[in-house]
């Protein structure tokens, strides 16, 4: 069954420190990876999308990795700020011909406190 | 330029009434689609068109009708509300599936008592 597993479930950290965020996936055939930001109340926002052949993609402060191979990425947010204070969800494309269904993370809950 | 926009924005239902969710976008996008988002479970998607006029089953369609009369708007429609059916429902659009990005509403939150 295709999936995608989050961790950790949920992270607090001071402002201004770094941290990185973990995803793994088993889905088959691939076709991207992407990482949503989704602020309490609110829908998810796009923050990266990466392809097969693309290893790293930053927006700002937010760069994500991939290893296609072990099937791997993490999220890792710099010198973070009250914002960023949000659920991180990891999806991942199915790939294939037809309609390709994105498959979604349960998400991690990052809580930056002052 | 909204995006995509969602009402109503909150509804509490009783059991066995109905409604219907609304969902437009201003993007011209050609796929549009329902997703509900329940605790410690990931966005699963309930319908989904490819186009006006179009409609396809997703992963939970069960218990949900849709319609996408135009492009730029899909109804999520409840026939007979069920408390298993408490969740908060997301609109997203793209304009292509796959590689293409889905922009998502700001959700509502539906209780079934």
């Known amino acids: 069954k295709n999936q995608v597993e989050q961790s950790p479930q949920s992270l607090i950290i001071l402002e201004g420190k770094n941290c990185t965020l973990q995803c793994n996936y088993t889905v088959s055939p691939f076709s991207n990876l992407r990482w949503y930001k989704q602020d309490t109340g609110r829908g998810p926002v796009s923050l990266t999308i990466m392809t097969f052949s693309e290893n790293t993609k930053s927006n700002g402060r937010y760069t994500a990795t991939l290893d296609a191979d072990t099937k791997q990425s993490s999220l890792h947010i710099t010198a973070s700020q009250l914002s960023d204070s949000a659920s991180y969800i990891c999806v991942v494309s199915e790939g294939g011909t037809g309609f390709q269904k994105l498959v979604f993370g349960t998400g991690t809950r990052l809580l930056v406190s002052p | ?113």
């Not at chain 2, 509804?11 to 969710?21: A, I, P, Y």
């Not at chain 2, 689609?33 to 179009?54: A, C, K």
């Not at chain 2, 069960?62 to 298993?84: C, H, I, M, T, W």
């Open chain 2, 1 to 113: 330029n909204a995006g995509v926009t969602q009402t109503p924005k909150f509804r509490v239902l009783k059991t066995g009434q109905s409604m219907t969710l609304l969902c437009a976008q201003d993007m011209n996008h050609e796929y549009m689609y329902w997703y509900r988002q329940d605790p410690g479970m990931g966005l699963r998607l309930i319908h989904y068109s490819v186009g006006e006029g179009t409609t396809a089953k997703g992963e939970v369609p069960d218990g949900y009708n849709v319609s996408r009369l135009k492009k730029q708007n899909f109804l999520l429609g409840l026939e007979s509300a069920a408390p298993s059916q408490t969740s908060v429902y997301f609109c997203a659009s793209s304009y292509s599936t796959g590689s293409g990005e889905q922009y998502f509403g700001p959700g509502t939150r539906l209780t079934v008592t």
